[in-house]
């Protein structure tokens, strides 16, 4: 500012030695340029400033909306209720699968009994099968024949006892297991005692919460979006009536040539010292008159800014009401944390209903292997009563001396038949086993939580408390500083109470320079004409040539019969200086 002043300086000292306007009016017709071009410059920038905070909230706001519309709303407080549900019937389900494992624990106790009466009846089998051997060693003759009979007798029923090992340590690891099952189920009931029904009660209120809240949030997010789209259309309408900045600098620099041009004239021409001053004060009428009306055209434009922006900046702050709904993420927090602790629960229960599935899994492949054992124990049976017969009928062809062996050999078919009872026995007991273990996998799979929906559900209220927590307090936030800003803009301008006492100021030190009218043109008028056109040329408002008009000294008729007194430029076509007519005023 300072070195444009002391150019204007030059320039005016250069064109002008005894002017009748003082370097001081030159000096407040600068200052009040200067301070138009800065202030309007700085609140512009501030105002596109805040036409990008706006487009900011906007685009928040419409992420908002789409965050929390009406469908997710629904799907999650519906999720959040369908979790309630599934887990009040847990207590239930844990209470029938305890119940099945109780039964597959009283299944295998009854193997249990089956595999002592086999075990029993091999015994006596066996104490038979040495007794062949020892009867038949007092028979001489056959004698070898019944050892190996007894012999191979007695590797049958030592298979068979194997197999009667095996199928009891079976039994053994499934019993650890089911043991296993029920201690964790034990520990699982104490959980539902404690959680339940109280974390899904709550996780049902906290649905119609959840439910209110975010609609209420789109509800005052759709509103505050309108009043943002609303305050944007007036800052951009501030923005181009910012423009009276802009017209205001150009006509003040217009003004500022005029009054060089008028001293350079009149320095330039033969005129005497009073046609000189009259010739000056004639010119310097007519800019004055552009100065005076620069200032009344201002107040008015510069009224109807400051007005609107004071209207905006009120409008603003009714972005700021959306802050208030942040309230509300503490609340999301407590709720996410209730339902980390129902997630818990759908952990437990989930891996308990892997456990029994895991179980019964492991308890009908076990029936079948220990069915194949049972199996091959009646085959032992089957063996050592084919083995009886045949002995007893060796023992026939023997006479008087073969009844003994023949005896041992009944009863040894007869204990073979009652092995065969205890394998059918057993074979029915597991078939039991297998039965139970399958209806508790089926009944597992139809009490099942999804944990898929409570991920989901957890996951939207994670979301939801970071939007309120976050997009909420930071809309908020961007509402105050669009308000902030808009308010400065209209306080940075004081466009009335200092910019436009200015432009008063340096309009009436003008006049003040002009003095008297000057109607006698005598002996002035064709420097004066040649100052007045040479001025014209800078106009670029129609407001500029009409106030011009008035203090023309020529029409173009008289202008082109006049002599010349020096070059006369031609004024420059009309359309040109329209250009923004339309525009602008």
Same mark, same amino acid.
């Given at each position: 500012?300072?070195?444009? !002043?002391?150019?204007?300086?030059?320039?005016?000292e250069?064109?002008?030695?005894?002017?009748?306007?003082?370097?001081d009016?030159?000096?407040?017709?600068?200052?009040?340029?200067?301070?138009?071009e800065?202030?309007?410059s700085?609140?512009?920038?501030?105002?596109?400033?805040?036409?990008?905070?706006?487009?900011?909230?906007?685009?928040?706001?419409?992420?908002?909306?789409?965050?929390?519309?009406?469908?997710?709303?629904?799907?999650?407080?519906?999720?959040?209720?369908s979790?309630?549900?599934?887990?009040?019937?847990?207590p239930?389900?844990?209470?029938?699968?305890?119940?099945?494992?109780?039964?597959?624990?009283?299944?295998?106790?009854?193997?249990?009994?089956?595999?002592?009466?086999?075990?029993?009846?091999?015994?006596?089998?066996?104490?038979?099968?040495?007794?062949?051997?020892?009867?038949?060693?007092?028979?001489?003759?056959?004698?070898?024949?019944?050892?190996g009979?007894?012999?191979?007798?007695?590797?049958?029923?030592?298979?068979?006892?194997?197999?009667?090992?095996?199928l009891?340590d079976?039994?053994?690891?499934?019993?650890?297991?089911?043991?296993?099952?029920?201690?964790?189920?034990?520990g699982?009931?104490?959980?539902?005692?404690?959680?339940?029904?109280?974390?899904?009660?709550?996780?049902?209120v906290?649905?119609?919460?959840?439910?209110?809240?975010h609609?209420?949030?789109?509800?005052?997010?759709?509103?505050?979006? !309108?009043?943002?789209?609303?305050?944007?259309?007036?800052?951009?309408?501030?923005?181009?009536?910012?423009?009276?900045g802009?017209?205001?600098?150009?006509?003040?620099?217009?003004?500022? =040539?005029?009054?060089?041009?008028?001293?350079?004239? *009149?320095?330039?021409?033969?005129?005497?010292?009073? +046609?000189?001053?009259r010739?000056?004060?004639?010119? =310097?009428?007519?800019?004055?008159?552009?100065?005076?009306?620069?200032?009344?055209?201002?107040?008015?434009?510069?009224?109807?800014?400051?007005?609107?922006?004071?209207?905006? %900046?009120r409008?603003t702050?009714?972005?700021?009401?959306?802050?208030?709904?942040?309230?509300?993420?503490?609340?999301?927090?407590?709720?996410?944390?209730?339902?980390?602790?129902?997630? =818990?629960? *759908?952990?437990?229960?989930?891996?308990?209903?892997?456990?029994?599935?895991?179980i019964?899994?492991?308890?009908?492949?076990?029936?079948?292997?220990?069915?194949?054992?049972?199996?091959?124990?009646?085959?032992?049976?089957?063996?050592?009563q084919?083995?009886?017969?045949?002995s007893?009928?060796?023992?026939?062809?023997?006479?008087?001396?073969?009844?003994p062996?023949?005896?041992?050999?009944?009863?040894?078919?007869?204990?073979?038949s009652?092995?065969?009872?205890?394998?059918d026995?057993?074979?029915g007991?597991?078939?039991?086993?297998?039965?139970?273990?399958?209806?508790?996998?089926?009944? %597992?799979?139809?009490?099942q939580?999804?944990?898929?929906?409570?991920?989901?559900?957890?996951?939207?209220?994670?979301?939801?408390?970071?939007?309120?927590?976050?997009?909420?307090?930071?809309?908020?936030?961007?509402?105050?500083?669009? !308000?902030?800003?808009?308010?400065? !803009?209209a306080?940075q301008?004081?466009?009335?109470?200092d910019?436009?006492?200015a432009?008063?100021?340096?309009a009436? +030190?003008?006049?003040?320079?002009?003095?008297?009218?000057?109607?006698?043109?005598?002996?002035?008028?064709?420097?004066v004409?040649?100052?007045?056109?040479?001025?014209?040329?800078c106009?670029?408002?129609?407001?500029?040539?009409?106030?011009?008009a008035?203090?023309?000294?020529?029409?173009?008729?008289?202008?082109?019969?006049?002599?010349?007194?020096?070059?006369?430029?031609?004024?420059?076509?009309a359309?040109?200086?329209?250009?923004?007519?339309?525009l602008?005023?």
């Amino acid at each position: 500012m300072q070195a444009r !002043a002391q150019q204007i300086h030059a320039d005016y000292e250069r064109s002008v030695q005894a002017s009748i306007v003082s370097p001081d009016v030159m000096d407040q017709l600068e200052a009040a340029r200067a301070q138009v071009e800065s202030r309007f410059s700085d609140a512009g920038e501030r105002l596109a400033g805040s036409l990008e905070m706006i487009g900011g909230l906007i685009e928040a706001l419409d992420r908002l909306g789409l965050t929390l519309n009406v469908e997710s709303v629904s799907r999650t407080s519906n999720d959040l209720l369908s979790t309630a549900a599934a887990l009040n019937v847990l207590p239930n389900s844990q209470r029938r699968r305890v119940a099945h494992l109780d039964r597959l624990k009283g299944a295998g106790a009854m193997l249990d009994a089956d595999i002592d009466k086999m075990r029993t009846t091999l015994r006596y089998l066996r104490a038979f099968a040495l007794n062949v051997k020892i009867t038949a060693g007092s028979t001489i003759r056959g004698a070898d024949e019944f050892a190996g009979f007894a012999e191979r007798m007695c590797e049958q029923l030592d298979f068979g006892v194997s197999q009667l090992d095996e199928l009891a340590d079976e039994l053994t690891r499934l019993r650890g297991q089911l043991d296993g099952a029920l201690g964790f189920e034990t520990g699982l009931g104490g959980k539902y005692k404690q959680l339940i029904p109280a974390v899904p009660d709550k996780l049902a209120v906290d649905a119609e919460t959840l439910r209110v809240h975010h609609v209420r949030i789109a509800e005052v997010a759709t509103s505050v979006g !309108a009043i943002a789209r609303d305050i944007q259309m007036k800052v951009g309408q501030a923005l181009m009536a910012m423009q009276i900045g802009d017209i205001t600098r150009q006509r003040i620099e217009h003004v500022q =040539l005029g009054v060089r041009v008028a001293a350079r004239a *009149v320095t330039e021409s033969d005129l005497s010292p009073d +046609a000189r001053d009259r010739a000056e004060r004639r010119v =310097l009428h007519m800019v004055a008159d552009q100065m005076t009306d620069i200032a009344a055209d201002f107040e008015v434009e510069a009224a109807k800014v400051t007005q609107n922006l004071a209207g905006m %900046a009120r409008d603003t702050h009714q972005l700021t009401v959306i802050r208030d709904l942040s309230e509300g993420g503490g609340d999301l927090r407590e709720l996410e944390i209730s339902l980390g602790r129902a997630g =818990l629960l *759908v952990d437990d229960v989930t891996a308990a209903m892997t456990n029994a599935q895991r179980i019964s899994g492991e308890t009908v492949s076990a029936v079948e292997a220990l069915a194949r054992r049972v199996d091959a124990i009646q085959k032992v049976k089957r063996d050592i009563q084919q083995m009886a017969i045949n002995s007893s009928l060796r023992c026939n062809r023997l006479g008087e001396i073969g009844k003994p062996l023949s005896v041992i050999a009944i009863e040894l078919s007869s204990h073979a038949s009652h092995l065969e009872d205890a394998a059918d026995q057993t074979l029915g007991s597991l078939k039991s086993l297998s039965d139970l273990a399958n209806g508790a996998s089926a009944e %597992a799979q139809e009490d099942q939580v999804d944990p898929s929906r409570l991920t989901r559900v957890h996951e939207d209220l994670r979301r939801a408390a970071d939007v309120v927590e976050t997009d909420l307090v930071g809309l908020g936030a961007q509402g105050e500083a669009t !308000a902030r800003s808009l308010s400065l !803009a209209a306080d940075q301008l004081g466009l009335k109470e200092d910019l436009g006492d200015a432009l008063h100021a340096a309009a009436a +030190a003008l006049v003040e320079a002009a003095g008297p009218a000057v109607d006698d043109l005598t002996d002035i008028a064709g420097v004066v004409d040649a100052a007045l056109t040479e001025i014209a040329r800078c106009y670029t408002m129609a407001r500029e040539r009409t106030i011009h008009a008035a203090h023309a000294v020529f029409d173009e008729a008289e202008r082109a019969e006049a002599p010349s007194e020096g070059p006369t430029p031609t004024e420059p076509p009309a359309e040109a200086a329209d250009e923004f007519d339309d525009l602008l005023f």
